[in-house]
């Protein structure tokens, strides 16, 4: 391990791994590597902006205990302007964790923040037990330790708070980080490995920034319906992202860890990419794609090559319908016009390019018949609240609300404003109901393989369960989309959609799984449903 981090450290500097501190080192040695090399004009930096920065990977070793420390920290989101952030071990974000199939890591979440504070294993496969979704939240200076049992395919999973109410505001702070899933059939692939270097992760966020750097979260009633869309796009916690990929295939491990953003990814020379693994794990076989879409929650891993030079990774506006009864409101997004997410410069090297495998991973099951399959259909629905209508704050006139956010508006409403605390303009529910902690929703059998129909008549959600993965059966009643063909565990509904599941990690009532929009705004408004498995 250690020599493999000196043989490559060169290169991951100049991939600028190792975190914005070091940018202005990179000039430097960047003209010492032309030198070195036959001059090439794919050296010449080609975009000014700030270094993409690489999350700590951290390799948990079987059985020892990890200490993830949520904690306030400085961040500079806008280069030079740092402000009060929260994460992990002193980093906006946190550490990414690399977890080893077969291995039983612990990690203890300690909270030395002000607020309280939990933790949810985002695709994970492990008994509800060991992970602390439902629980109310970690007073400061108390800790919650668990043994993960690492047992499910290689992935590209997250980690991030889910205190009831407060998720989206803490997620928006830094509370989350990545985790990283490996195992021995995957490894034999041949696939670009060199973390920072040619297996970089880019997790995908948006924020309003002010003029000081300070990333704003206005809870207003066009926020709490629609969810928070950002103007700034940030990639790993920066603004302006520039990364340096050697001129070769590189692997990236997108995540969408935004509160409400669907990204609409595409690169600005229109090239085309391999998309290799979806969020719980690797197609049977890569896809040849040039538009990715990911909604929050979601993970694609794909394969760029940078032999055809420099490239940009844009986002499309999202804006998206909404439907009241038979009249239809495009919602625009706060950009209107694709925004850049990173910018790829790429540096020469002599070493030979991985070839993209034909083949990485066993097809899923054919799906046989599933009419005797138990089903279930969850309707996604923002209702009016009649208690917000009753004060005057409430109603569906979209319009009206969407003069609300204006940024003179944005600017005027208190910076900190707990989403419970106000009544909601509208209701987010499933199947007519809110979120209640100590309701079960859904009881499951342990080992049951169930089709779950999700609806979401008034706008596209994003569905997401824990402690379960699925495969998309059908979107609108058709084949799923090409990014929905792999191993899932959260998926955009823009209609409907039915999902087969098999439920193979145990919850009981007192710790049960979750079901929920993973647009966090609804999330906390009450769009979540519990489920046990025994
Ligand atoms: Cu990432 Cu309950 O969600
Ligand atoms: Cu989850
Ligand atoms: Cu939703």
Redesign the pocket.
Known sequence: MIETRLRFSRRALLAGVALGFLTSALPALAAKKKKAAAPAKAEEPTFTGTALPVPRLVDLADGETFDLVAEATRHAFVEGKPVDALGYGGTYMGPALRLKRGTRPKIRLVNRLARPTNIHWHGLLVPSSQDAATHPGLKTGESFETALTVDQPAATLWYHTHVHGRTARDVHDGLAGLMIVTDEASAGLGLPSTWGVDDLPLVLQDRDLDPTGRPVYPATAVVIEH?FRGRDMVVNGVTNAVARVPHRLVRLRLVNAAN?RTFRLFFEDNRNFRLIATDAGFLAEPAELSLLVLTPGERAEILVDFAEGIGVLMTGPDEHDHRVGAATTTIPDVIDRPARLVAFDVVRDDRPSAAVPSRLALPLAAVGSTAGLKRRRFE?R?LPNPAAAAVGTGGHDHHMMHTATTPAAAAQGPATHDTESAPLPIL?TINGRTFAIGRIDEAVGLGATEIWEIV?PD?????HLHGAHFRVLSEDGDQPKTWNRGPKDTVLVENSAELLITFTRPADAATPFLH????L???DGG?MGTFTVR
């Open positions: 969810g409400a996604l923002t987010p979401s706008m596209a959600h994003p569905f929920h929009c993973h647009l705004e609804h999330e769009m």
